[in-house]
Structure formats: structure tokens, C-alpha cells
């Protein structure tokens, strides 16, 4: 079954390229989720005035990958008790927050954030309802895959 996952950890270019690597993902697409200006523009979300997050939206297929193990990688390639933004991207846009479908994975985003938790970290991680997702600009989609680099603020590490 084909199902879909929306993530917020920082700048989308670093999120996008791992979660395309993951087995069972066909495809990560960067855009903005959570502002409440329609149809915004990566200008407007970089002022911090909109609200919006830079977030993927992430298509997998469930009979390879769970949306567990998806929650896992997010919160193992970025720093998920940083509460100003990711690394050097300081702002409102790139906070970390996971964006639920349905009740099944905002239970499961809850337990892996407990788990965190008891782990002794402070997570920042924010855990809302699905919302309207606004496809980035072209020049946004694939960005390190297009330009053969690497990801500047993302890395996994392993947590769980």
C-alpha cells in the first residue's frame, strides 16, 4: 500500500537526500507546510512571517518501509532538540515538527518522542495535524543530487 509522510527538519535539502536513499521511499519532494499563506514562495517562507515550515513530503510504499521506521531516520538525521532551527539555518522555517496523517502516526511520532525522552533527551520536535503541503520551487527539488554535494546540516546518526 502506497502512504505518505510528511517531515520537518530544517533546510528540505538535507531531509529530502536521505530519505530518498531509505529502501521502500519512491520519492521525497521539498515544500512548505504549517503557514497560513496559500501557495507560498520560498521568499515569503524565509522571512518568517508565514508560519510555514520547510518540510518533504515523503511517498512510500508500506509493505517495505513502516512509517515508524521513516519517524526513526527523521529524528536520526537532525538535531531534534534544537529549538531555533537546524544547525547554522537559524529561523522559524526550519523547525522540527512531524505533520500526521491520521491518529496512527501521530501515536506513533508520541511514542518515539517519549522513547527520545526517556533516552534523557529534551526533544523540540513539534507533532501537528496534517496540513495543506505546498510544492517548493523546481530549483529546490533533488538540490544535492543535481549538484553532487553533500548535505551541510544533516547526518545520520544512530539513536534507536
Known amino acids: ?44 517562507v524565509c522571512s ?12 512510500y510504499d ?5 512509517f515508524e521506521e521513516l519517524a526513526k531516520l527523521f529524528f ?3 538535531d531534534f532538540t534544537q529549538t531555533n532551527g537546524q544547525g547554522p ?4 522555517q526550519y523547525l ?3 505533520f500526521c496523517l491520521d491518529e496512527k502516526q501521530k501515536d506513533i511520532s508520541e511514542n518515539l518522542i517519549c522513547e527520545l525522552e526517556n533516552k534523557g533527551f529534551k526533544v523540540a520536535t513539534s ?3 496534517y496540513t495543506t503541503f505546498y510544492e517548493a520551487e523546481e ?13 551541510y546540516c544533516h547526518s545520520y546518526k544512530k539513536i534507536f
Open 89 to 92: 539555518d537559524i529561523g522559524s
Open 48 to 59: 518568517g512571517f508565514s508560519g510555514h515550515l520547510e518540510a518533504v513530503e515523503i511517498t
Open 127 to 129: 507533532v501537528y495535524p
Open 1 to 44: 500500500m502506497i502512504n505518505k509522510a510528511y517531515f520537518a527538519a530544517g533546510c528540505f535539502w538535507g531531509v529530502e537526500y536521505h530519505f530518498e536513499k531509505l529502501k521502500g521511499v519512491i520519492s521525497a519532494i521539498s515544500g512548505y507546510m504549517g503557514g497560513s499563506i496559500p501557495n507560498p514562495t520560498y521568499e515569503i
Open 76 to 78: 536520526e538525521i537532525h
Open 96 to 98: 522540527s515538527a512531524i
Open 62 to 66: 508500506e509493505t517495505i518501509v513502516s
Open 139 to 151: 530549483y529546490h527539488q533533488n538540490y544535492y543530487e543535481r549538484h553532487q554535494k553533500m548535505p
